[in-house]
Each structure stands twice: as C-alpha cells, then as structure tokens.
C-alpha cells in the first residue's frame, strides 16, 4: 500500500497537468451549493 501512495504522490508530482473528479460532498462541505437540495441552484429557475 506504501508503495502505491508513493507512486502516485510521484505522478502527481511529476506531472504537467493534474485533474481530480470529485462528488457533490465535497463541493457543499466547501461552501459550494449543490443543484438538488430544498435550497439549491435549481430552487433559483422554474423547471
């Protein structure tokens, strides 16, 4: 496992242009609010 972690930590490092996928979690755990929830983005537009 140690080895793994390690390897991608050097990938990460290494390179030139990185990108992470998260979830919603992570996004309204930030502040950023989400589409679906009573108060969400879409709570905004008539659908």
Known sequence: MA???S???HLLRESR???ALTGAGVS???GIP???SRDG???R???
Do not use: G, M, N, P
């Open 3 to 5: 080895d793994a972690i």
């Open 7 to 9: 390897d991608a930590a």
């Open 17 to 19: 242009k990185t990108i």
């Open 28 to 30: 309204t755990e930030s």
């Open 34 to 36: 989400d589409f679906r």
């Open 41 to 43: 983005l879409w709570s």
């Open 45 to 47: 537009y008539d659908h």
